[in-house]
């Protein structure tokens, strides 16, 4: 369905450190940097068919975290989404809502752990085991 997730930053080089370490665990590359037309860096990391960016604010105003907005990231393993949530917080992030495992509702047991980007972005990591 989603071609694409941009997220705007206010610190590239952070993102950067953050996000190559983070989508690392996941199997991803290093982001491609980029520079568009009005001089935004932006990074681009393509794995899986899809990609995942970071802008600079395109409008010159600071970048800020959407209230309500959550990015999840699909991992192959409970012990995936707790090195996600393990290396997010070793970069900079910070673990929020419950403690990353498993949570059991309406669709069944999911392996879950919620963080916070150096932006304040809230970001998941979820694992749903075959049935």
Do not use: W
Not at 27 to 45: D, I, K, P, S
Not at 50 to 55: A, G, H, P
Not at 58 to 87: K, L, W
């Amino acid at each position: 369905m989603f071609s694409h997730v941009m997220l705007g930053t206010n610190d590239i080089e952070r993102s950067k450190r953050f996000y190559d370490a983070v989508l690392g665990v996941l199997g991803a590359g290093e982001a491609v940097a980029n520079t568009n037309t009005t001089g935004q860096r932006r990074l681009f990391y393509r794995h899986g068919g899809v990609t995942f960016c970071l802008t600079e604010p395109i409008d010159g105003q600071p970048a800020t975290a959407g209230n309500g907005s959550t990015i999840g990231f699909r991992c192959s393993s409970p012990e995936q989404v707790q090195r996600f949530h393990d290396v997010a917080v070793a970069h900079g992030g910070a673990s929020i809502e419950e403690p990353p495992g498993p949570r059991t509702g309406p669709s069944g047991v999911l392996h879950l752990a919620y963080v916070r980007d150096p932006d304040g972005h809230k970001l998941c990591a979820l694992h749903r085991p075959a049935s």
